[in-house]
């Protein structure tokens, strides 16, 4: 691409807010195509948005060649020449849309930990299954030798164990080769880690059982591995913390209702509620970032435990909650309506699951007296087939394939 096919005007500044500028002139701004002078080759610069480069101009007759390195062509083409080209070389099989979305995130600063955002393959599989195994073989042996092992020696063998984890991972994580192995060392790290506590808290005559340990355990893991990603910016760490997170919510709302008969099961189903919607709201702040790949989880986690708390908390004839009856539908429908914006096989999955189970339930409750059972169940049937036609229907018309 010559310069002079650029799409260009007469205004100083491009809309990319870039400047082409002649060093003589005191850095005013000048588009060499539209200007005369008997010579600029004094220096021209090609400045903005921090750049600060300078290029070659030749003065040819009363207009200029300028001979652009190809990083400079693709700064100054407009959005509109870029979308044209991503589209020419998307019809020509040569960019995928795997290829073209690891290009976004690489510009939106991606150079850090990648384990979790990438797919994980078959070596980092292993890698994982390895660490598990690992705690396993830990946790076996402390308890089957506990009342064997003296205090010191629970203590090096967990909490011990699981800080020695995470010095190795450090040390793997800093070549970009071995980052698989080292996020396996941290995920030896943060199973072990809860396990230590407990031996430490249990030696100190605590209730092991009690909320308030559980919420003690969490905590600590929770603010050791939010300061870890402050640190070192891995996924594994912002994984871990939302888990040890949801931890230390469900532990210390139970420490502090503590057995008020009050608090029901209800209670525990609008916990869930909450969490699923905040489980929600990350991914969809994920989603706009390098850790797309994270909402997947969070959304399928999230949809699950928003609309499952929601349908148990309309419960089932006689004791149903008419309030929730009446909510839920219209959860179900904004689910399936928000799948298409987002395009998330989660949020459509079970957003037409829970319609299924929504139909059913409704069905049982209300129609089976007066309609009778038999053609209850012939509506139902009706029902479900064309919730399931919506569900292909949507899938295939807003939702990309893997």
Same mark, same amino acid.
């Not at 008419?322 to 909510?327: D, G, S």
């Given at each position: 691409m010559d310069a002079q096919n650029l799409n260009l005007d007469s205004d100083t500044q491009s809309p990319n807010g870039f400047k082409v500028v002649s060093g003589s002139y005191g850095g005013r701004g000048y588009s060499p195509f539209f200007f005369g002078s008997t010579n600029y080759n004094n220096g021209w610069h090609l400045k903005g948005h921090n750049i600060d480069k300078s290029i070659?101009?030749?003065?040819?007759?009363?207009?200029? $060649?300028?001979?652009?390195?190809?990083?400079?062509?693709?700064?100054?083409? $407009?959005?509109?020449?870029?979308?044209?080209?991503?589209?020419?070389?998307a019809s020509q099989k040569i960019l995928t849309r795997e290829e073209l979305l690891n290009a976004y995130d690489a510009g939106l600063g991606s150079s850090g930990d990648m384990v979790l955002v990438k797919k994980i393959g078959a070596a980092e599989i292993l890698y994982y299954i390895g660490g598990a195994i690992v705690f396993l073989g830990i946790e076996i042996l402390v308890w089957q030798n506990w009342s064997t092992l003296d205090f010191f020696t629970r203590v090096l063998a967990t909490l011990g164990a699981s800080i020695a984890a995470y010095v190795i991972g450090i040390l793997f994580s800093r070549d970009k080769k071995f980052e698989g192995v080292g996020s396996a060392f941290y995920l030896i790290s943060a199973l072990v880690l809860p396990m230590g506590l407990y031996v430490v808290f249990s030696n100190m005559n605590l209730d092991m059982g009690s909320a308030l340990v559980a919420s003690l355990i969490s905590g600590i893991c929770l603010g050791a591995f939010l300061l870890s990603y402050v640190a070192f910016r891995k996924d594994i760490f912002t994984l871990f913390s939302i888990l040890f997170g949801t931890w230390f919510f469900f532990a210390f709302t139970n420490y502090l209702v503590g057995n008020n008969p009050l608090f029901d099961w209800h209670f525990y189903a609008y916990r869930i509620l909450l969490i699923g919607l905040s489980y929600v709201l990350i991914g969809h702040a994920f989603a706009k970032g390098v850790r797309v790949s994270m909402s997947g989880f969070l959304y399928g986690f999230g949809i699950l435990g928003l609309l499952g708390a929601a349908f148990s908390l309309g419960g089932y004839s006689p004791n149903q909650d008419?309030?929730?009856?009446?909510?839920f539908p219209i959860l179900v429908l904004g689910t399936l309506f928000v799948s298409v914006n987002l395009k998330s096989k989660s949020f459509l999955t079970f957003g037409t699951l829970f319609l299924m189970f929504y139909i059913l339930k409704i069905t049982g409750e209300y129609f089976t007296s007066g309609l009778g059972w038999p053609v209850s169940l012939v509506l139902a049937g009706l029902l479900l087939i064309a919730v399931g036609y919506l569900y292909v229907y949507l899938k295939k018309k807003y939702i990309p394939a893997a």
């Open positions: 070659n101009v030749q003065a040819v007759g009363d207009s200029y $060649d300028l001979t652009y390195p190809d990083w400079i062509k693709k700064l100054i083409m $407009d959005k509109q020449q870029v979308e044209q080209y991503i589209n020419s070389l008419y309030f929730w009856e009446l909510i």
